[in-house]
């Protein structure tokens, strides 16, 4: 697979890391220092739109491998926590939960369509403000991953 990025998965999700992470405090017993965790995630092109009720995200993979990686990602973790994570010169700009609506991942012949809708006015707002966001994030060249359960799914610009 040609088309794919490291991602370091053990402070993902948090802002700002974990501070402290392997180094003890003052009086504190040392423990052994966390591993690295290491994952190839897809390098796909983002698209995000809004949609009637929220925002709809679409992930496209050059690499037929990548695309299916993908897919399947999104298979196994059906169900749970999606997020968004923009960055910038590997720094986090940008982290949107969408907790408050239902997202949906739909594959397509090169990769993955998220739909993330509520029927609630004011959730479908927050959805939509997400997307402004993740929008203008990209259009200043960050790096967008999307996340289902904390765990990175595809990431890539627009």
Known sequence: MTSAMMMERTTMG???GVP???????????????????MMV???????????????I????????AASMVQNLCTMLA???????????????CYCNLTMGLCKCEPTKDGITVT??????????????CCE???SCLKAGCT???LMNNMPVCCGGS
Not at 43 to 54: Q, S
């Open 14 to 16: 948090l802002p700002g």
């Open 20 to 38: 402290g992470l392997g180094t003890p405090g003052l009086g504190a017993t040392t423990a052994p220092p966390v591993g690295t965790n290491w």
């Open 42 to 56: 897809p390098r796909c092109t983002f698209k995000v739109e809004k949609c009637t009720g929220g925002m709809k």
């Open 58 to 65: 679409t992930c496209t993979c050059d690499d037929k491998m």
């Open 79 to 93: 169900g749970t926590m999606c997020s968004c994570c923009c960055m910038m010169n590997g720094m986090m700009v």
């Open 116 to 129: 993330c809708t509520s029927g609630d006015k004011k959730c479908a707002a927050m959805i939509q403000a």
């Open 133 to 135: 966001c993740l929008s």
């Open 144 to 146: 967008c991953c999307y």
